[in-house]
């Protein structure tokens, strides 16, 4: 058997960063394994990856110790018999259109221009994309795009895959489809495969051996998916690991029957409608919806439903095409839809999917300062309030870093927080649990909970089962911009086969 | 803010001309009209090119959308010329065409080109390096990304509580760290896309082949030919007519 991937003793650290992303590890990939890199956000698992790829160059990119190799050889750059799939497809994909994108890749590796076209046809057929070769690559949905980005590997053929979170940022249809074609692909034992992926459960069924890499250090755990599972399963899962059958500590607390009757209205919709301009249809369609305080709403639906626009509406933050959104619990006079920021600060708190968006400050201490600043709270009182944020988020031994420096999850729970200081009535969260930890998981739940029974309306978008599980008390499905079944209560019948992550 | 990259005209007869004949008939018109300031040329060679529009596929009414900013700054420079100076109505009218005659090619050419052709074109027989060619066209793609970020920081801002309040330094201030929010995102997105190009082996410095052959055939040889002819005849026939005024003497 050829050993594909070697790492002796090797360790990177990015370029001016103190602690060392990786250290001391030791790891032999042998020819046709499918290995799952686990481990706790920021234990270096994507470094691993592009270090793999040879996306890695030392001294430029950071310092590096000991050896690694791949395919018998020190890694120098990238290599055409590997190949790595990306995370986000709309910041990998280079061409607009279809089969450029695949041929690019066979023009980089000099394929002779005869041999290119069949090739890139039959990746595109491998993966089950069946448009022309022209089709524009913004027409295809975010999961045909990540298969396009399948197909950009297959076409070169390489022996080693690395595939570095490649279903979370999908929505559920989507990731489904990308993990089935890379089952169906996988399905060639001369294919080694190394693959990191937040969502365990999903994947189990694809790989044969687990490596848990340690934060800063090297490999924890190592064998087969089961017995890893069993023996570390809750260790794993603490660290933020989602591990197949095991449930964090954090959900079950924070379970309650849903109550159809709670406190007074906070807002009112009333047939709101949006046509974005240039579209056919309406993203959102004569919705009429009331949320009251200490009620947590979850709204669901396919991709592309108006979830969103339909909360970017609920926020003030978009104004509705026709129809109205009324704020019953104070505010301003005039219409909802044009409140000033500041007003609006003090009574609607939202949460974006990407916690960056919100940022506007140097450090974390200054980025809720100003919130609290901006809604009118006293210097004094203002000061307390963010200090006893920053300690319930523990980001209090962050308060001097920049915002953007943070590791996701930090980032996670400071963006909450930036919607929290001012103590709105209402807070609207846009996915909050995308692409996140299990420990931030369990942290957001109960963020959110709390706000809730604070006496606070929580509006959320989601596609996570799990979270309108243990948070909602109410469900709105959306299809085509419509609400199909407000159903206050039945949670877990609202969602779909499609929807379930 | 819209950032899109738009080709009205890549379905046109046009649109298959090879991106260098048509840049090239761009180039010819502009250096024929820019030897003499008279109305004959100008008109002639304006004329000519309205009338070959419809040959080429392109309608009357992609003119009326995207052609119409010309005559308005036609008409702009006249007015300025008249007012400003103590120009000829007719050198002044000979001015104001013979702008429309020379961006007009221009703005056919690049609303008829597809920006990978482009990017072909200019790398296969310009020689220009593939790491800018392609480099460009993949930030190319990145745009509208950035347009629809954009609007995204924007109502990010708006839930922050931060405004402009009512001075135009504030509106200043918002802006300038809207676009630094941008410009941060941008740098992001950049960098993930430079991986994913490195990653299948762009710029290794290894020898490349090309998908896509962009070859100058008859027909655009034809078009260059043709531009040239046009723009000769109508200089010529300036001077036949005793209208010719060149520039430089």
């Known amino acids: ?501 | 803010m819209s950032l899109t990259v738009d080709t009205p005209l890549v379905a046109t007869r046009l649109a298959r001309r090879h991106p260098l004949a048509k840049l090239g008939v761009a180039a010819v018109v502009a250096a024929g009209l820019l030897v003499s300031v008279d109305l004959v040329t100008a008109s002639v060679v304006l004329a000519i090119e309205l009338a070959c529009l419809p040959l080429a596929g392109v309608g009357w009414r992609f003119l009326v959308r995207r052609a119409w900013p010309l005559p308005l700054a036609a008409g702009g420079v006249a007015v300025a010329n008249l007012v400003a100076s103590n120009a000829h109505g007719v050198a002044v009218g000979a001015i104001s065409l013979r702008l429309v005659a020379i961006a007009l090619p221009g703005l056919v050419a690049f609303a008829s080109t597809d920006p990978v052709d482009l990017a072909d074109a200019l790398h296969q027989q310009l020689r220009v390096p593939a790491r800018f060619a392609y480099g460009s066209l993949a930030a190319l793609r990145l745009l509208p990304l950035l347009s629809v970020e954009w609007q995204v920081i924007r109502r990010a801002r708006r839930s922050r509580g931060i405004d402009a309040g009512r001075s135009p330094l504030g509106a200043a201030r918002l802006w300038s760290s809207t676009v630094f929010g941008l410009l941060v995102a941008a740098i992001r997105r950049a960098t993930r896309l430079a991986s994913a190009m490195e990653s299948r082996g762009f710029d290794a410095g290894g020898p490349r082949t090309v998908a896509r052959r962009q070859v100058l055939g008859a027909a655009d040889w034809a078009l260059l030919g043709g531009s040239v002819v046009a723009v000769g005849g109508a200089n010529a026939l300036a001077v036949v007519l005793g209208t010719w005024h060149p520039l430089l003497w």
């Open chain 1, 1 to 501: 058997m050829t050993t594909v991937v070697s790492a002796r003793g090797w360790g990177w650290r990015h370029a001016g960063r103190r602690g060392w992303a990786l250290r001391g590890l030791d790891l032999r990939i042998e020819e046709g394994e499918r290995v799952l890199l686990l481990g706790p956000s920021g234990a270096g698992k994507s470094t691993l990856l592009q270090a793999l790829a040879g996306l890695l160059r030392p001294p430029e990119a950071g310092d590096v110790e000991g050896e690694l190799s791949v395919h018998g050889r020190p890694v120098t750059g990238p290599d055409a018999r590997s190949g790595i799939v990306f995370q986000d497809p709309s910041t990998s994909l280079v061409m607009s259109r279809v089969g450029d994108e695949i041929a690019f890749g066979l023009e980089n590796r000099a394929v002779p221009t005869g041999l290119i076209w069949p090739r890139v046809r039959e990746s595109l057929d491998a993966v089950g994309l069946a448009y022309p070769l022209s089709w524009s690559v913004e027409h295809l949905s975010g999961g045909e795009q990540q298969r396009l980005a399948v197909a950009d590997v297959l076409a070169v053929a390489p022996r080693l895959w690395l595939l570095d979170e490649p279903t979370s940022n999908l929505d559920p249809p989507g990731a489904a489809l990308v993990r089935s074609t890379l089952a169906h692909l996988l399905g060639d034992r001369s294919i080694t495969a190394v693959v990191v992926e937040h969502r365990v459960d999903e994947l189990v069924g694809l790989v044969d051996r687990v490596v848990v890499l340690e934060a800063g250090g090297g490999v924890r755990h190592d064998g087969p998916p089961d017995e890893v599972f069993s023996r570390h399963g809750a260790t794993l899962r603490a660290s933020g690991v989602w591990v197949p059958g095991v449930r964090g500590p954090g959900p079950g607390a924070h379970r309650r029957e849903p109550t159809r009757s709670t406190g007074p209205p906070v807002l009112e919709a009333e047939a709101v409608t949006v046509r974005y301009p240039a579209a056919t249809t309406e993203a959102v369609s004569a919705v009429d919806l009331q949320v009251t305080a200490s009620q947590a709403t979850a709204v669901v639906g396919p991709n592309g439903s108006g979830k969103s626009t339909l909360a970017l509406c609920l926020a003030s933050l978009l104004v509705p095409t026709s129809g109205e959104v009324r704020f019953c619990a104070g505010g301003p006079r005039v219409p909802y839809a044009r409140w000033p920021p500041r007003e609006l600060v003090r009574h609607v708190g939202f949460v974006f999917q990407n916690p960056e968006h919100q940022f506007v400050a140097a450090s974390v201490e200054a980025e809720l300062t100003i919130g609290a600043t901006r809604a009118g709270v006293g210097t004094g009182p203002g000061r307390r309030r963010v200090g006893e944020l920053m300690e319930r988020l523990a980001l209090s031994h962050l308060a001097a870093a920049n915002p953007f420096t943070l590791s996701g999850g930090e980032k996670r729970r400071l963006s909450v927080a930036t919607a929290l200081v001012a103590r709105p009535e209402l807070l609207v969260a846009d996915e909050p649990t995308f692409g996140q930890d299990a420990r931030t998981w369990d942290e957001l739940v109960e963020l959110l909970a709390e706000a809730r029974d604070d006496g606070r309306a929580v509006l959320f978008v989601t596609h996570d089962e799990e979270l309108v599980g243990v948070l909602a008390d109410r469900v709105v499905r959306l299809e085509h911009g419509r609400v199909v079944s407000p159903v206050p209560g039945a949670v877990g019948q609202v969602l779909s086969a499609g929807d379930r992550r």
